[in-house]
């Protein structure tokens, strides 16, 4: 966490696999969840699930006195994408079974991963089950089979007071 009134780091845009250690998507936004599958005629087996976020680059101490919340955030829309998914299973717990609920984005809470023992899908590399856990919904969470990820920013981050970035935010083109 820096202070408001320091310098930011500068962000790469792209990230993989040997970053895990160091990234932390705890709080990020998932607002929108696609599938990549190949083309298994043409012998493509091939499958990506990717994650749209507004994934929150930093988290940064307000100076005294600045609104009351104490902390700010810097959020970029970005695209995580898992590669090579097998066994995708997605649990979002409803709140209610009246279908008068909107859709809202996903909050994620965690991301692990642990190595996939006697795995037959990329015998050349580690292969991994992940499970990314969700604070909203309350007990939601996604599982899969993957050997890596790539996460690109799709722009620079913004200065915030909140975690995540309005839709005009995430859609604009910066200058």
Request: aromatic residues 8%; negative net charge.
């Amino acid at each position: 966490m820096t202070e408001a009134g320091e310098t930011s780091m500068q962000h790469r845009r792209e990230y993989d696999e040997r970053d895990f250690e160091t990234l932390s998507w705890h709080d990020d936004s998932v607002y929108g969840l696609r599938l990549r599958v190949g083309d298994p005629e043409a012998g493509d087996w091939t499958s990506d699930l990717v994650l749209d976020l507004d994934h929150i680059v930093e988290w940064v101490r307000a100076p005294d006195g600045d609104d009351g919340h104490g902390i700010r955030f810097r959020v970029a829309p970005a695209e995580l994408v898992f590669h090579g998914v097998t066994d995708l299973s997605v649990d979002l717990p409803s709140r209610t079974e009246g279908m008068q609920v909107a859709l809202s984005a996903l909050m994620v809470d965690g991301v692990e991963r642990a190595p996939v023992e006697d795995q037959r899908v990329y015998l050349d590399r580690t292969y991994y089950a992940w499970r990314i856990a969700l604070n909203d919904p309350s007990g939601g969470l996604i599982r899969f089979g993957a050997v890596g990820f790539t996460m690109r920013l799709l722009r620079e981050p913004l200065l915030l007071d909140r975690q995540h970035l309005t839709r005009a935010e995430r859609e604009s083109r910066p200058e």
